[in-house]
């Protein structure tokens, strides 16, 4: 069986349903455009704020003799626990360090090469815009390193109506969505208490979607959002009794 699929455009006609039933007004051009972009926005915070199970990615990169920085997946949203690790030989985890310990760190130690054992995320790229991480001590050889990260769901804003939504969304969960958009859209509803209801179920998703992820048992770095903007991660150690 097929993994049930949505369409930007049924999505947007639900939206459309809502404001137009609420306003008595027609959904022209404009109205149509803004009606993706809340779409837009409430997939991405969803995902962002429950740090969703399904947009939880995989991906390697590379190591060369003498660099020090490698770019990440042009969809990296922010590093997951455990960390990056070799995906060969011992197979060993990378320590996490803050910018200014790594440069604290580096400086003590500036001169060093080797197999990396301490890493960073950097800023993205203003070239390129893809998330950078930069390995400490710098490699000497070619390795490749496992890392584990929440990915930025597929764009929406400047779809059609036959844009299929991220299917690693699961189905059960594609009304929330029109929950988020209305909730974005305050402007169009004439009624608080329609209002107030969009807005509720949109908060009781999100509060239910992060009381879903899945937890790391033990000790773990809740690391900082690397310029992601999740206010759900710290930068001090927390133990968790959750399972995976």
């Known amino acids: ?14 939206v459309l349903y809502v404001l137009v039933n609420d306003t ?14 809340a779409l837009h926005c409430a997939l ?59 440069r604290t760190f580096e400086l003590a130690k500036s ?3 080797g197999d990396p054992t301490h890493y960073m995320v950097r800023n993205r790229s203003s070239s390129t815009g893809a998330a950078q991480i930069k390995l400490w001590p710098t490699p000497t050889s ?18 059609s109506d036959a844009t299929v939504v991220d299917k690693r969304l699961p189905s059960n969960q594609h009304h929330i969505l029109v929950w988020g958009a209305v909730s974005y859209m305050p402007r169009f ?6 209002l107030t209801f969009y807005i509720q179920k949109w908060n009781e998703a999100l509060s239910v979607g992060r009381s879903k992820s899945p937890q ?29």
Request: no cysteine.
């Open 111 to 113: 001169q060093a090469t």
């Open 1 to 14: 069986m097929a993994v049930e699929t949505i369409t930007l455009g049924t999505l947007s006609q639900q």
């Open 189 to 194: 509803l004439n009624s608080n208490g329609d």
């Open 44 to 102: 991405r915070d969803y995902v962002s704020i429950t740090e969703h199970q399904s947009f939880r990615t995989d991906a390697t990169f590379a190591t060369s003799n003498g660099v020090a920085e490698y770019a990440l997946a042009d969809d990296f949203m922010v590093l997951l626990d455990p960390g990056p690790s070799f995906a060969a030989t011992d197979f060993r985890t990378l320590q996490y360090l803050t910018e200014q310990d790594f």
């Open 216 to 244: 790391v048992v033990g000790q773990v770095y809740q690391k900082l959002p690397y310029g992601s903007g999740n206010p759900f991660r710290g930068s001090i150690p927390t133990i968790t009794q959750g399972s995976q």
């Open 142 to 159: 070619a390795r490749t390193i496992n890392y584990h990260y929440l990915a930025i769901p597929a764009k929406l804003y400047d779809g």
């Open 24 to 37: 008595s007004t027609t959904a022209d051009t404009t109205l149509t455009n803004q009606v993706r972009w």
